[in-house]
């Protein structure tokens, strides 16, 4: 059974960090990409930024240069590095995995299949 737990969220102030991890297990977790969703209620889910199998990375624009995403393969987990955070990054934020696996060479997934439960990141100003 493929399983994603999110956690690390917390509330901070605004301008503070917070590294969010994405454990993840039932599942070849080295042959897939994984993405980083956030959601408030009455929008949209956003993708903030996903990893490849082959360490490729793409972020939002509301994510460049403020957040970092890696992959621990001996862990099986994928971090959210998140810096220099705003109230409007207050959100539920959420892993994911796509269906098929991943080629080495392929970038991001437009659509991912497994979620986990998410984690809460409050920043207050």
């Known amino acids: 059974e493929v399983q994603l737990q999110a956690s690390g969220g917390g509330l901070v102030q605004a301008g503070g960090s917070l590294r969010l991890s994405c454990a993840a297990s039932?599942?070849?977790?080295?042959?897939?990409?994984i993405g980083w969703f956030r959601q408030t209620p009455g929008k949209e889910r956003e993708r903030i930024s996903c990893?490849?199998?082959?360490?490729?990375?793409d972020y939002a624009d509301s994510a460049k240069g403020r957040f970092t995403i890696s992959r621990d393969n001996a862990k099986n987990t994928v971090y959210l590095q998140m810096n220099s955070l705003k109230p409007e990054d207050t959100a539920v934020y959420f892993c994911a995995a796509p269906l098929n696996r991943n080629t080495l060479t392929s970038n991001c997934p437009s659509n991912f299949a497994y979620w986990g439960q998410g984690t809460q990141v409050t920043v207050s100003s």
């Open positions: 990893v490849t199998r082959g360490g490729r990375t």
């Open positions: 039932g599942f070849t977790f080295d042959d897939y990409a």
